[in-house]
Nanobody, 126 residues
Framework: QVQLVESGGGLVQAGGSLRLSCAAS????????MAWFRQVPGKEREFLAS????????DYADSVKGRFIISRNNIENTLFLLMNFLQPEDTAVYYC???????????????????WGQGTQVTVSS
């Protein structure tokens, strides 16, 4: 059984940076697409970024393009999200996700990902 565990969230001032990590256990996800989403209360979970199994292909939502960088370390079975120039509107619970099917290429919909972490809170103060 695959488990995803996020870490690195916290409180940061506007303009600051945070790096989120998502450690996978149970099996290697080196052949699986992975992604980051976020959610605020009362809203749908929002796609932020995805990365291919090799790391060569990435996709970003317009809301974070140029500020956030997704990366992965397949040896450590870990996904990262470096978040720069954080703003109060970035406040949310951040989730990592993976698609369990090998070499599948998902779109941006949350329903396309079937492995999820428990989430980590990011709060940006003004």
């Amino acid at each position: 059984q695959v488990q995803l565990v996020e870490s690195g969230g916290g409180l940061v001032q506007a303009g600051g940076s945070l790096r989120l990590s998502c450690a996978a256990s149970g099996r290697s996800l080196m052949n699986n697409f992975m992604a980051w989403f976020r959610q605020v209360p009362g809203k749908e979970r929002e796609f932020l970024a995805s990365i291919s199994w090799s790391g060569r292909s990435t996709d970003y939502a317009d809301s974070v393009k140029g500020r956030f960088i997704i990366s992965r370390n397949n040896i450590e079975n870990t996904l990262f999200l470096l978040m720069n120039f954080l703003q109060p509107e970035d406040t949310a619970v951040y989730y990592c996700a993976a698609i369990s099917a090998l070499w599948a290429v998902p779109g941006r919909g949350q329903n396309e990902y079937d492995l999820w972490g428990q989430g980590t809170q990011v709060t940006v103060s003004s």
